[in-house]
Nanobody
Framework: QVQLVESGGGLVQPGGSLKLSCAAS????????MGWYRQAPGKERESVAD???????NYADSMKGPVTISRDNAKNTVTLQMNSLKPEDTAVYYC???????????WGQGTQVTVSS
């Protein structure tokens, strides 16, 4: 059974930082491209950042502040470090896994990030 479990969300003040983590099980982690997406109320889900199985990273323009994605293949985890958060970054953040060959895709249940004073 494939599981992607996100953690690290919460309430943070504008300008603050959060580190999201996603723990994967049931997949060969190193064979999967990993990504973070987010969905704000009333909006479509959008990509935030992804990291290929090779380690190559890609960042979307959706995040207004600095963001860093990283992966630990030994621990089957992918993290998203977000800094200088703004209220418009408020959303549910989802972890995504996509097999590098078969394109089989899995989603986590999401973690809420709220940026508010």
């Amino acid at each position: 059974q494939v599981q992607l479990v996100e953690s690290g969300g919460g309430l943070v003040q504008p300008g603050g930082s959060l580190k999201l983590s996603c723990a994967a099980s049931g997949i060969v982690f190193s064979d999967n491209h990993m990504g973070w997406y987010r969905q704000a109320p009333g909006k479509e889900r959008e990509s935030v950042a992804d990291i290929a199985s090779s380690g190559i990273t890609n960042y979307a323009d959706s995040m207004k502040g600095p963001v860093t994605i990283s992966r630990d293949n030994a621990k089957n985890t992918v993290t998203l470090q977000m800094n200088s958060l703004k209220p418009e970054d408020t959303a549910v953040y989802y972890c995504n896994a996509r097999h590098r060959i078969w394109y089989t895709t899995y989603w986590g249940q999401g973690t809420q990030v709220t940026v508010s004073s």
